[in-house]
């Protein structure tokens, strides 16, 4: 893959650099945070090759990559070196955008820098775990008590890293953060608070309390550190800020921590753990199945951050979580409809794709079988949500509980292993296998556009010239002659363009309405042979918001050969400075190699 190329294409359709108020990843997508997400041209992107699909979600464009995400991350931030340290960027998009989803999208960019060392330490976590199931080591052994120590490093000090990515997200000093929650678990005032149970602050009590592994104290604490930094910074002259802004903000943020933003967390912490507590009480074989059946789908609309920062808090507070074991499920409930696709596709591309999203689901990574395969083929996601419900009730009815955090996979399951550990497993092979058999049997797979060579041999012969009609009167010209980049270059596909003589866009084939853009100057089409038809009205004229256009048929709508599709204004769209040349695009174009585009023959389109 030409990650340079990827990246130069997705940020062209994000709106450009200058739309970008902030860019980061997780483990398999691009996070943008837009000034204007109507500049995003989120269907041009999901067909950009490397691309699995655009997720708006959490006040957030997220372009799935997959596993490569971390290359074309770099390969932006190479292209504008400024995205990559956007801290200077202040959004006026925040204002507009829900409280939830500024907070969802927070949490999110909070954690997603050490994703990485927090997966990794979990697993070793839990495989020491299955060392000394197995009886490989002792806990008294040494090798044991260095890699104890490694995994655990990263929970032990987990305010610490925090606070520094909080920081960042809120704009104000880092090491003064993290020097802030160095102070909560500081050994000597740790130790000192554990043995007299509480110390006094000039009259006023810090009681004993425990910030290892927590999160919501130290996130209160930099976020009330936003609102005090700023005012030492316009009381003190720039000549001596450095100093006495840092020093005045840990001298006042330590204390008020100790005293009050500390023990708001613990108690705000406790109160949601224990409303999921009650829930599962009440009956942990329904709870199981709720979440089992729901997770993939608060994965979706990125909600799952929230419950991750309360999974991380009961480890930290009961020594044990009864989520992660139920999500675990829910993962390999996603693998399982991937490899039913796998099994059962005919699709030289499907069969790619799903192969390979089995493998990374089964990993923890599941965007790739959600987006690429599962949500795409709807039914293999249906079942993997019905299957992943069963499985997680199966493991809610045995009570198993993980000892520490990791990301649910593979290699999650050692920490797993206690009481009802054999429901996990039988919850784990439920799941998977009811997944996958129910897609390969029952999921439609074969309904969908099978490769180029096995629609060559069908009996289509109806349809190979219904590409006889322009979509529009006009001039017909070659894409490399087109004004935009995107499409001269053929990324989008093969196809050709026309400079419009009359103000009627017509349907080029006959076939069913798939997508109308919500701004009304682009319309997909496809057709019973499986071509996908993009006819994109005017160069930017996303940016006119619909004005000048009206739309005459509706998503889902079998149109015939010629039938009108949208009502122009040219006139009025080139005198607000806009270029009306029109695309007709096959946007699928790899799947037919013998697919050419002919302008003198009375087929516009062979194959």
Request: contains cysteine; hydrophobic residues 45%; aromatic residues 10%.
């Amino acid at each position: 893959m030409n990650y340079e190329k990827l990246a130069t294409e997705i940020l062209a359709n994000v709106g450009g650099s200058q739309n970008i108020l902030n860019v980061w990843h997780c483990a398999t997508r691009l996070r943008f945070k837009l000034k204007d997400e109507t500049q995003a041209d989120t269907k041009t992107i999901e067909n950009l090759e490397g691309v699995v699909t655009v997720v708006q979600s959490a006040g957030q464009d997220q372009v799935v990559i997959g596993n490569s995400v971390s290359k074309v991350y770099d390969a932006i931030t190479s292209l504008h070196s400024e995205l990559g340290e956007s801290d200077s960027k202040k959004t006026q998009a925040d204002e507009k955008q829900s409280l939830i989803n500024r907070l969802l999208a927070f949490v999110s960019s909070v954690f997603t820098p050490f994703l990485g060392a927090l997966a990794a330490s979990g697993i070793l976590k839990g495989l020491l775990v299955l060392t000394t199931t197995l009886n490989i080591f002792s806990e008294s052994d040494g090798a044991y008590q260095v890699w104890s120590a490694a995994s655990d490093a990263i929970f032990y000090f987990l305010p610490l890293f925090i606070g520094f990515t909080a920081a960042k997200q809120l704009k104000v000093n880092q090491f003064v953060a993290v020097t802030i929650a160095g102070a909560l678990v500081y050994p000597n005032l740790v130790s000192l608070l554990a043995e007299t149970g509480g110390i006094d602050f000039f009259g006023l009590p810090i009681q004993a309390a425990t910030y290892s592994d927590s999160v919501i104290p130290i996130l209160l604490a930099i976020w009330l550190l936003s609102y005090i930094e700023p005012v030492f910074d316009k009381i003190f002259p720039e000549s001596v800020r450095n100093i006495f802004t840092p020093l005045l903000s840990i001298m006042i943020m330590v204390p008020l921590t100790l005293l009050v933003v500390g023990p708001i967390g613990n108690i705000v912490s406790t109160i949601l753990a224990s409303i999921l507590a009650s829930l599962y009480n009440f009956s942990p074989t329904i709870a199981g199945f709720i979440l089992g059946g729901i997770h993939q789908v608060i994965v979706i609309f990125g909600v799952h951050w929230a419950l991750i920062t309360l999974m991380i808090n009961n480890i930290s507070e009961y020594g044990q979580d009864p989520w992660l074991p139920i999500v675990c499920i829910a993962v390999f409930a996603q693998a399982g409809s991937a490899l039913g696709v796998f099994l059962k596709t005919k699709n030289k591309k499907m069969k790619s794709l799903s192969g390979s999203a089995f493998v990374t689901a089964i990993f923890s990574i599941t965007e790739p079988a959600i987006y690429g395969v599962n949500l795409k083929l709807k039914k293999p996601m249906y079942f993997a949500l019905a299957s992943s419900a069963i499985g997680g009730a199966i493991a809610g009815f045995g009570e198993v509980k993980a000892s520490t955090f990791t990301f649910p996979g593979i290699l999650a399951i050692p920490t797993y292993l206690g009481e009802g550990f054999i429901f996990e497993i039988v919850g784990l092979l439920t799941a998977i296998c009811l997944a996958a058999g129910l897609t390969y049997f029952f999921g439609g797979v074969n309904n969908t556009p099978e490769n180029a060579d096995d629609l060559k041999a069908k009996d289509d012969e109806t349809n190979r010239d219904d590409f006889k009609v322009l979509p529009i009167k006009g001039k017909t010209i070659h894409l490399s002659e087109v004004n935009d980049e995107v499409f001269a270059s053929g990324v989008m596909g093969k196809g050709l363009a026309i400079i419009p003589e009359e103000n009627i866009v017509r349907s080029p084939i006959q076939g069913t309405i798939t997508t109308i853009f919500e701004t009304k100057h682009a319309i997909g089409l496809t057709n019973k042979k499986g071509v996908e038809v993009l006819i994109h009205i005017g160069i930017d004229t996303v940016n006119l918001k619909g004005q000048y256009f009206d739309v005459l048929v509706k998503e889902g709508e079998q149109v015939a050969l010629g039938q009108e599709l949208v009502q122009c204004d040219f006139t009025k769209i080139k005198e607000a400075g806009y270029d009306p040349t029109v695309m007709m695009v096959i946007t699928n174009s790899t799947d037919f190699p013998n697919l050419s585009i002919n302008f003198e023959d009375e087929k516009l389109v062979t194959f």
